[in-house]
C-alpha cells in the first residue's frame, strides 16, 4: 500500500526542497494527528496578564518616595564638585563594560572557563582554610577588615 501511495505521487526532483514538503501517507485521521506547536490555551494568558497586573498594581507610599526624593536632592545640592561625580559614575560603568567584554572573551576560549573555576574553588578553599576555620583567624580576618573599614572611611579613633 506505501508503495502504491508514493507511486500516485510522484515528486519531481528539479526541486530539491520538494522532498521535504512531500506529503507523507498516513493512516492516521487529521485530528489524531499532533500539532508541531502547541497551543496556549487563552485562560493560561489571562491569568498570567492578571498575575502582571497584581504585581505592578501594589502602590508604594507616597510619603516614601518624597522623602526619599528630597533627601536625594539635598544630598545632591550639598556635594561641591558635581562634575568630578559624574566622572567618576561614567568611569566606573565604562570600567563594568569592559570587564564585561573581557570577561565574554575570555569565556569564548576553550577550556578556559573550566581552568578558572577550578582556579577559583582552590582559592575558595584556601580562604576558608586561612581566614575561617579557626577561631583566631576569624578575629584576625574582623580585624583586618576594621582597619580597611576605617581607612576607607577615614575614621581615626
Known sequence: ??????????VPLRRPGALLRAPVPCSLPAS?????????SASLKISQLQLTATRFSKESDSAEDDELLSELREKWDAMGNKSSL???????????????????????????????????????GWFVYRYLLFQENRKELANNLDALRKRITGDDE
Not at 489524531?32 to 496556549?40: D, E, G, I, L, S
Open 86 to 124: 559624574l566622572l567618576y559614575g561614567g568611569g566606573a560603568i565604562l570600567a563594568l563594560w569592559i570587564s564585561l567584554v573581557v570577561v565574554r572573551a575570555l569565556d569564548s576560549v576553550p577550556l578556559l572557563p573550566g581552568l578558572l573555576e577550578l582556579v577559583g574553588l582552590g582559592y575558595s
Open 32 to 40: 489524531r494527528v499532533a500539532a508541531p506547536f502547541p497551543r496556549r
Open 1 to 10: 500500500m506505501l508503495a502504491a501511495a508514493a507511486a500516485a505521487r510522484p
